[in-house]
Antibody
Framework: EVQLVESGGGLVQPGRSLRLSCTAS????????MSWVRQAPGKGLEWVGF??????????EYAASVKGRFTISRDDSKSIAYLQMNSLKTEDTAVYYC???????????????WGQGTMVTVSS | DIQMTQSPSSLSASVGDRVTITCRAS??????LNWYQQKPGKAPKLLIY???SLQSGVPSRFSGSGSGTDFTLTISSLQPEDFATYYC??????????FGPGTKVDIK
């Protein structure tokens, strides 16, 4: 079964750090780009960041709201993507989803597999 | 940055109704438009990619159309399990993937 499982969420004070993990199974993880998407309580979806597959350089991109504070990495040998979140703010409180990007040269990017999400609460 | 809008923000419909949701981009995004369904407490699910391609396993009552700046998601005959929030997403200006604000479909 194709699956993504996030872990690492919890309660953290403003200014502190947290690292989320996304463990993949059921597909060749290294062949895919991976994104993180978040959803604040009662709000819509916000794309957070993206890491390309090694075949496309393994480079990363971030939303303006998290650039310089968040870092995405991947360990293809373990089929895990990470989201390192530093200098957390109260407005980072959200459910964080890991997603697989089904990129195709003709149809573009789309997030076809989603994890169940992990809640991050930033509060003093 | 490309901005996405959706209309209506919410709608009430009955089982069997034909439902249409509109998504508009602030500039042309060709056909790089995806639709997702999200039920309360659950992760989003990809329904339509590239404006009109049905994701594997998604019922054929869902369809998408449009190109450029204006897009629609149509549910031909609303089923009880379709009551959810629907989001559009542009993938034209990668790697910034902007979502629309969502359309909540609930029971009349």
């Amino acid at each position: 079964e194709v699956q993504l499982v996030e872990s690492g969420g919890g309660l953290v004070q403003p200014g502190r750090s947290l690292r989320l993990s996304c463990t993949a199974s059921g597909f060749t993880f290294g062949d895919y780009a991976m994104s993180w998407v978040r959803q604040a309580p009662g709000k819509g979806l916000e794309w957070v960041g993206f890491i390309r597959s090694k075949a496309y350089g393994g480079t990363t991109e971030y939303a303006a709201s998290v650039k310089g504070r968040f870092t995405i990495s991947r360990d293809d040998s373990k089929s895990i993507a990470y989201l390192q979140m530093n200098s957390l703010k109260t407005e980072d409180t959200a459910v964080y989803y890991c997603t697989r990007d089904r990129y195709d040269i003709l149809t573009g990017d789309a997030f076809d597999i989603w994890g169940q999400g992990t809640m991050v609460t930033v509060s003093s | 940055d490309i901005q996405m809008t959706q209309s209506p923000s919410s709608l009430s419909a009955s089982v069997g109704d034909r439902v249409t949701i509109t998504c508009r981009a602030s500039q042309s995004i060709s056909s790089y438009l995806n639709w997702y369904q999200q039920k309360p407490g659950k992760a989003p699910k990809l329904l339509i990619y590239a404006a009109s391609s049905l994701q594997s396993g998604v019922p054929s009552r869902f369809s998408g159309s449009g190109s450029g700046t204006d897009f629609t998601l149509t549910i031909s005959s609303l089923q009880p399990e379709d009551f959810a929030t629907y989001y559009c997403q542009q993938s034209y200006s990668t790697p910034v993937f902007t979502f629309g604000p969502g359309t909540k479909v609930d029971i009349k």
